[in-house]
């Protein structure tokens, strides 16, 4: 099993949708997440970081549920320009800041 | 935030011929910096932590006698991959991170192509 999982997409969304991600740990004792945006062909850059509390950063809101293991990012009102992929990101318990990527989850926003 | 240069951007080279690619961090000092490898449309795999001054820690599977790793100074990590092949072409990333931040700061990567 993979340490961690997303569905690979693509999600093809009209500007304006709402769309919804989800993500999948396997290693219970990790201990931070992250979400990054990774644009074809460049670095991935981090979006945001995922408290259990949920956090919001404008069109952008990530939870996290520890009992399921299931990190999740959800964007309103899509843009044309949040075209992208997006990777889910666990730093596992002991993991002195090693980043464990999973594969991605490809969106296509059109007119 | 920090800037992470790598260079080059891309490279296409001949089978057995070794490339070398070199991380910068260009205004901040790198205690840590971490080499990645993504093939297409699959995930960002760890290939190697690097800590100035000692040996890098290699994840499992990856020879560390055909990808090289040295960083000798704070703001400088290279990775030469030794006798390429074709199955080496890939997208290697790398990151860095200072002594007292936990986001990682990531280049902007380099593809290879060997032939």
């Known amino acids: 099993r993979k340490e961690v999982e997303q569905d690979p997409g693509p999600f093809n969304v009209p500007e304006g949708a709402t769309v919804a991600f989800n993500c999948t740990y396997s290693?219970?004792?990790?201990?931070?997440f992250f979400w990054y945006r990774q644009d074809c062909r460049k670095e991935p850059k981090l979006l945001m970081s995922?408290?259990?509390s949920g956090n919001e950063d404008g069109r952008f809101t990530a939870q996290l549920n520890r009992a399921s293991q299931y990190i999740s990012l959800l964007i309103r009102d899509s843009k044309l320009s949040d075209s992208a992929t997006y990777l889910c990101?666990?730093?596992?318990?002991?993991?002195?800041?090693?980043?464990?990527f999973g594969a991605g989850t490809r969106l296509a926003v059109h007119p | 935030g920090a800037v992470v240069s790598q260079h080059p951007s891309w490279v296409i080279c001949k089978s057995g011929t070794s490339v070398k690619i070199e991380c910068r961090s260009l205004?901040?000092?790198?205690?840590?910096m971490f080499w990645y490898r993504q093939f297409p449309k699959q995930s960002l795999m760890l290939m190697a932590t690097?800590?100035?001054?000692?040996?890098?820690?290699?994840e499992q599977g990856v020879e560390k006698d055909k990808f090289l790793i040295n960083h000798a100074s704070l703001t400088l990590s290279t990775l030469t991959v030794t006798s390429a092949h074709p199955e080496d072409s890939s997208f290697y990333i790398c990151?860095?991170?200072?002594?007292?931040?936990?986001?990682?700061?990531f280049g902007p990567g380099t593809r290879l192509t060997v032939l």
């Open positions: 205004d901040f000092q790198a205690t840590t």
């Open positions: 990101v666990v730093i596992p318990a002991g993991g002195y800041n090693k980043l464990i």
């Open positions: 990151s860095a991170r200072d002594r007292f931040g936990n986001e990682q700061f």
């Open positions: 995922v408290y259990s």
């Open positions: 690097s800590n100035e001054g000692s040996k890098a820690t290699y």
């Open positions: 290693n219970s004792a990790s201990q931070s």
